[in-house]
Structure formats: structure tokens, C-alpha cells
């Protein structure tokens, strides 16, 4: 039966014993409300690791003003219960109290240069400090020996390779696939806001980075194919905050020819913001 911890000194004395016995710790850090996609992550660490540790918390230093901190859904019983049947060992149910003792307004914060200057960063503000923030406690917390983050969000999942890399986290970190819907959606908590009506056009998403990604591979421009992409995104209703293709380290690539690149796409549609990438070879 998994084990629900929310005090600091239990999470501590639980994986201080499985290390004292030799086992490898696994940890998959959540905001909840989790679904398929969480729990294949899940299921990824345990393939790396002897025992198994996830993390719910829903981190307010990551949250704009104007953004859903307040209706972000919350479902621990849910959770906990999807999270034993994947093979979870424990679940770290931190307070914002424990995670941020000071209180958030005054937390020690991390910023990580340069790779959050772009795209999300530039659209959320403050973002990834928050991000980076809340996942070098949780490293620090639950000390683990490998994390498992999804590549959805896949400038998020750059942001904490920089920083393991920077301060030397004895970490491995795995990046896990994306899960899709049969329509090729993304699995994202923030999907059910959807309307019956919205639901089908957000697939319209994924379409396009395919799109993206055959006309480059035709040898169309990148500005052409960036171009053809946010249109066809707005025509189908959505606002578009970028459309763009870049280098796995997030620059703008040189040669569009040569190496592998990745797709990012984030729309709003209605009031529901979305994110999707796909990597690929031209």
C-alpha cells in the first residue's frame, strides 16, 4: 500500500531506510490532478529505480497573477489511489507551508539563466524562476538518485537539466515520452477546461507540429513554415502566444538541414492555454 507523507522528517526516515538497504530511489515530481500521462512516468522510474516517490504540490511561485493557481484542480484521494496502482511506493503531500517555511513571498528563489529568457519565459514571466525554485527543494527533499520529468513540457524539462548540471545534483534524469490522446492531444490536467466544442479543435495542435515538421523535411523555410503554422492555428480559433522551430538546446537553428530540431507550439483556446512540442530529424 502506498504511503502518504506530509511531514518532512517521515519522508526523510522513509527513504533514509531504503538507502541504508542498498535501494536506488526514484522520484516523479506532479502539481496532481494526474492522468495517464503521470502515471507512465511512474512506471518509467520504476523501471530505473527499487522504490518509487511522487510528489503533489501545487507550487504557487510558478503561477502568474492573472493565471489559475486558485482552480487549478486538486485530487489527492484520486491521486494517491492512481498513484498506488502504478506502482508508487510513497507520496510526498508537502504543505506550502513545509515547502516554503518563510513563506513564498520570502524564498530563497532560483533562477537559471538564459534558456528561460524565450518562449515561456517570455510569455510567463517569473515562471521558471518559480519551477526551478520548487524542484531544487524537492531534490533536496526527497534526495533522490533519479527523476523522471515528461517531455511535454519540454522547455521545463531544459530548465532543470541546466540546473542539475550547475549545482551537480547527483541526479539522472530520464525525460519520459509524451502521452497522446487517440486525436493526437497531449494529456495535460489542463484539458478538461475544454469545452465539448473546443475538445476536437484542440488536436488541431498536434496536426500542425506534424505539419511543421513535413515542411521543413520538404525544404520549405523555417519563417515560412513558423508562418503557415500560426495561421493555421488562429484560423481554427485559437490565440497564439508562438509557433516556432528551434535547436534542442531552444535557439534559433542555423541549418534548418542539418541536425535534429523540435517544434513548440503554445495557443490559448478560449480560456484554456496550451502547450505541445515534437522532436524530429530533418
Known amino acids: 500500500m502506498i504511503a502518504t507523507l506530509s511531514r518532512l522528517d517521515e519522508l526523510r526516515a522513509r527513504i533514509g531506510e531504503w538507502k541504508r538497504a542498498g535501494l536506488r530511489v526514484g522520484f516523479v515530481p506532479t502539481m496532481g490532478n494526474l492522468h495517464a500521462g503521470h502515471h507512465s512516468l511512474v512506471k518509467l522510474a520504476r523501471e530505473h529505480a527499487d522504490r518509487v516517490v511522487a510528489s503533489v504540490f501545487v507550487n504557487p511561485t510558478q503561477f502568474g497573477p492573472s493565471e489559475d493557481f486558485s482552480r487549478y484542480p486538486r485530487t489527492p484521494e484520486a491521486d494517491?489511489?492512481?498513484l498506488e496502482a502504478s506502482g508508487c511506493d510513497a507520496l510526498w503531500l508537502p504543505s506550502v507551508e513545509t515547502m516554503y517555511p518563510f513563506g513564498a513571498a520570502n524564498a530563497?528563489?532560483?533562477?537559471?539563466p538564459g534558456v528561460t529568457d524565450t518562449l515561456e519565459g517570455a510569455h510567463r514571466p517569473g515562471h521558471f524562476d518559480g519551477v526551478a525554485t520548487v524542484v531544487a527543494r524537492l531534490f533536496n527533499q526527497a534526495q533522490p538518485d533519479v527523476a523522471v520529468f515528461g517531455r511535454k513540457d519540454y522547455q521545463q524539462l531544459a530548465v532543470v537539466r541546466y540546473m542539475v548540471r550547475d549545482l551537480a545534483f547527483p541526479?539522472?534524469?530520464?525525460a519520459a515520452p509524451t502521452l497522446r490522446e487517440a486525436d493526437g492531444l497531449a494529456m495535460s490536467s489542463r484539458n478538461q477546461y475544454l469545452s465539448a466544442e473546443e475538445r476536437p479543435v484542440?488536436?488541431?495542435i498536434h496536426r500542425t507540429l506534424l505539419a511543421m515538421r513535413e515542411g521543413l523535411r520538404s525544404g520549405r523555410s523555417r519563417d515560412a513554415v513558423e508562418q503557415e503554422a500560426a495561421s493555421q492555428l488562429r484560423d481554427?480559433?485559437?490565440?497564439?502566444d508562438y509557433a516556432v522551430v528551434r535547436t534542442l538546446e531552444l535557439g534559433a537553428p542555423k541549418d534548418e538541414s542539418a541536425g535534429p530540431?523540435?517544434?513548440l507550439i503554445a495557443a490559448k483556446l478560449g480560456r484554456t492555454r496550451l502547450i505541445d512540442n515534437l522532436e524530429f530529424e530533418i
Open 80 to 82: 494517491a489511489a492512481g
Open 108 to 112: 530563497v528563489s532560483m533562477h537559471v
Open 171 to 174: 541526479i539522472e534524469l530520464i
Open 202 to 204: 484542440a488536436a488541431t
Open 236 to 240: 481554427a480559433g485559437f490565440a497564439v
Open 261 to 263: 530540431l523540435v517544434a
